[in-house]
C-alpha cells in the first residue's frame, strides 16, 4: 500500500521540494552577496526546514530527539549512519544552532539548484574521492574553521548510503583526521531511522506513511581514547538504536 500510494504522492513531493530549491537558489545569492555569512545561513536553515517539512506531501512523520544540552561555543563531530539524501535537510534544520557542515562529492558543486550554491559558500569541505591528497586538504581546512568559528561538522563514517537500512562498519579516517585538527571537538553519534524506506525502490516511486526518526546520542568527549576507538563506539551506540548485531572487534 506504501508503494500504491508512493505512486500518486512522489509528483507532488518531488514538486514542491524542486520548487524550494529553485526559490532559495537566487535568495541565498543575495543573501551572501550583500549581507554575509549569517544572512547566508539563515536562508539555508529556511530552506531546509521547508525541504524537511516536505516530507508531509508522503505522509512521513519527522522525529527529532535530543535529550542532551550540547554546547555551541565549543565545535562538535556529529557522526551519523546514512540512509538517503533525505537525512541531510533534517540534520541541518535541526542542528542549525551548531552550523553543522558536511564533507561533500566536489561533484555536487554544480549543477543543482540550492544544493550547489550551499555547497560552494557555506563552509563545508568539497572534495575530490579521486584525489586522496586534495580531500584531505580540504578536511583540514574545514577544521580549521571549526576551530576559528566554533562550528560543527556531520560525518557519515559508513562512506556510504545503507540503501537497506544495515550499518556496514564504520571507518575511523574522517574522525581521526577532524580530531588531529580540532582535538577539544566534542564528538555526538546521532541515530537515524527508516529514511531509506523512502527510496527502497529508487527515485520512483518514493513510499510513504513512514515514521523518520533521529536521535542524538550521548556525546564522546575524545581525550584519552584513538580514533578507532571512539568510532567503534559511535558504530555501537547507533546500532543499539537499531536493534542491529554489534561488531565486536577481532582480538588477535
Given at each position: 500500500m506504501?508503494?500504491?500510494?508512493?505512486?500518486i504522492l512522489?509528483p507532488?513531493?518531488y514538486?514542491?521540494f524542486?520548487?524550494?530549491?529553485c526559490?532559495f537558489?537566487?535568495?541565498?545569492?543575495?543573501?551572501f552577496?550583500?549581507?554575509?555569512?549569517k544572512?547566508?545561513k539563515?536562508?539555508?536553515?529556511a530552506?531546509?526546514?521547508?525541504?524537511?517539512?516536505?516530507q508531509?506531501?508522503?505522509?512521513?512523520?519527522?522525529?527529532?530527539?535530543?535529550?542532551?544540552?550540547?554546547?555551541?561555543d565549543?565545535p562538535?563531530?556529529?557522526?551519523?549512519?546514512?540512509?538517503?539524501?533525505y537525512?541531510?535537510?533534517?540534520?541541518?534544520?535541526?542542528?542549525?544552532?551548531?552550523?553543522a557542515?558536511?564533507?561533500?562529492?566536489?561533484?555536487?558543486?554544480?549543477?543543482?539548484?540550492?544544493?550547489s550554491?550551499?555547497?560552494?559558500?557555506?563552509?563545508?569541505?568539497n572534495i575530490?574521492r579521486?584525489?586522496?591528497?586534495?580531500?584531505?586538504?580540504?578536511?583540514?581546512?574545514?577544521?580549521?574553521?571549526?576551530?576559528?568559528?566554533?562550528?560543527?561538522?556531520?560525518i557519515?563514517p559508513?562512506?556510504?548510503?545503507?540503501?537497506?537500512g544495515q550499518?556496514?562498519?564504520?571507518q575511523f579516517?574522517?574522525?581521526?583526521?577532524?580530531?588531529k585538527?580540532?582535538?577539544?571537538?566534542l564528538?555526538?553519534p546521532?541515530a537515524i531511522?527508516n529514511?531509506?524506506?523512502?527510496?527502497?525502490?529508487?527515485?520512483f516511486?518514493?513510499?510513504?506513511?513512514?515514521?523518520?526518526?533521529?536521535?542524538?546520542?550521548?556525546p564522546?568527549?575524545?581525550?584519552?581514547?584513538?580514533?578507532?576507538?571512539?568510532?567503534?563506539e559511535?558504530?555501537?551506540?547507533?546500532?543499539?538504536?537499531?536493534?542491529?548485531?554489534?561488531?565486536?572487534?577481532?582480538?588477535?
Amino acid at each position: 500500500m506504501s508503494k500504491f500510494f508512493g505512486y500518486i504522492l512522489t509528483p507532488v513531493f518531488y514538486f514542491f521540494f524542486g520548487l524550494m530549491l529553485c526559490i532559495f537558489h537566487p535568495i541565498q545569492w543575495v543573501c551572501f552577496k550583500f549581507f554575509g555569512y549569517k544572512a547566508h545561513k539563515i536562508s539555508v536553515d529556511a530552506l531546509n526546514f521547508f525541504l524537511t517539512s516536505c516530507q508531509i506531501f508522503l505522509v512521513n512523520s519527522i522525529n527529532f530527539k535530543n535529550d542532551f544540552d550540547l554546547p555551541t561555543d565549543r565545535p562538535i563531530i556529529f557522526a551519523s549512519n546514512h540512509q538517503s539524501m533525505y537525512d541531510i535537510p533534517s540534520l541541518i534544520w535541526f542542528l542549525r544552532k551548531h552550523h553543522a557542515k558536511f564533507i561533500s562529492k566536489i561533484e555536487l558543486t554544480k549543477g543543482i539548484p540550492s544544493i550547489s550554491i550551499n555547497l560552494r559558500l557555506g563552509g563545508g569541505a568539497n572534495i575530490n574521492r579521486k584525489d586522496n591528497k586534495q580531500a584531505i586538504s580540504e578536511i583540514i581546512k574545514l577544521g580549521r574553521r571549526m576551530k576559528d568559528n566554533n562550528w560543527s561538522t556531520v560525518i557519515f563514517p559508513e562512506g556510504t548510503r545503507a540503501k537497506d537500512g544495515q550499518l556496514k562498519t564504520f571507518q575511523f579516517g574522517g574522525v581521526a583526521t577532524l580530531l588531529k585538527v580540532v582535538p577539544n571537538a566534542l564528538v555526538v553519534p546521532v541515530a537515524i531511522e527508516n529514511s531509506w524506506k523512502i527510496v527502497q525502490y529508487g527515485m520512483f516511486p518514493l513510499t510513504t506513511g513512514h515514521a523518520l526518526k533521529w536521535t542524538v546520542l550521548k556525546p564522546i568527549e575524545p581525550a584519552g581514547k584513538a580514533p578507532e576507538e571512539i568510532t567503534l563506539e559511535i558504530e555501537t551506540e547507533i546500532r543499539k538504536v537499531l536493534k542491529q548485531p554489534i561488531n565486536y572487534p577481532s582480538i588477535v
